[in-house]
């Protein structure tokens, strides 16, 4: 199921193409024989660093790659972002050892079909490949169970007008997040902002509530409904 360079599906091909992206020797290896004991999968090439995984995605057209986060030469988040911009027809699938919440959103936002811990079993992975090539997105039980705890933590920016007409929608989403404990540099990874704009955002919460500090900010958010289902 090959697509050429214009995202139309080879007809010639009827096989799930997937290019493997890892800079571990023995666990490419142990990838590459789940992947390549499934007749439907064909496995088209493999990388070794972030930058050979953008070229080798532009070059091979693969359906799905299955992308490490940590590898020299460009992370896996920056090189699906690449990717994405490149050819948004490939379904990138996030395979890592890390399962902090910063990673997986960060990943979600470059444009991951879906996010797999390292750990997971064969069949797990090749449950996602089939989804992913299929155009679903996927995640391990776990991390489901983490985005849903997140995504109801935060109302539509509508339903908080009334309680902070004051506050921008991105100050809301700051302050939901200082509600549930979130330090700056989690808040940064969260929404994709730079430190000091997360510090600038801080202080205008802060100033525009008329509160002296975090603990206080945490308090009237909390009562308001926001932060509620704070860390897990």
Excluded: C, W
Aim: charged fraction near 25%; charge should be negative; avoid cysteine.
């Amino acid at each position: 199921m090959r697509k050429t360079e214009n995202g139309a599906i080879d007809q010639g091909n009827d096989k799930i193409s997937i290019l493997l992206a890892d800079d571990h020797p023995v666990y490419l290896e142990g990838l590459a024989m789940i992947v390549g004991g499934v007749p439907d999968f064909d496995i088209v090439g493999a990388a070794k660093s972030g930058r050979e995984a953008v070229e080798l995605a532009e070059a091979l057209q693969p359906d799905v790659v299955l992308m490490d986060v940590h590898m020299p030469d460009g992370n896996g988040i920056d090189s699906t972002r690449d990717i994405m911009k490149a050819s948004p027809h490939i379904a990138v699938l996030m395979l890592t050892m890390l399962e902090d919440d910063a990673t997986v959103f960060s990943a979600m936002r470059a444009g991951a079909r879906g996010y797999l811990l390292k750990g997971a079993r064969g069949r797990e992975i090749v449950r996602a490949i089939y989804a992913a090539a299929d155009g679903e997105s996927i995640f391990g039980a776990a991390l489901a169970r983490r985005m849903m705890y997140y995504f109801e933590s935060f109302r539509p920016p509508e339903a908080e007008a009334d309680a902070f007409p004051q506050l921008t929608a991105r100050e809301k989403e700051v302050l939901a997040l200082i509600a549930q404990g979130r330090s700056n540099a989690e808040i940064g990874g969260l929404l994709g902002l730079a430190p000091k704009t997360v510090r600038n955002h801080v202080s205008n919460v802060l100033n525009k509530l008329q509160v002296a500090d975090r603990s206080r900010a945490i308090v009237v958010a909390r009562e308001s409904g926001l932060g509620g289902a704070g860390k897990t």
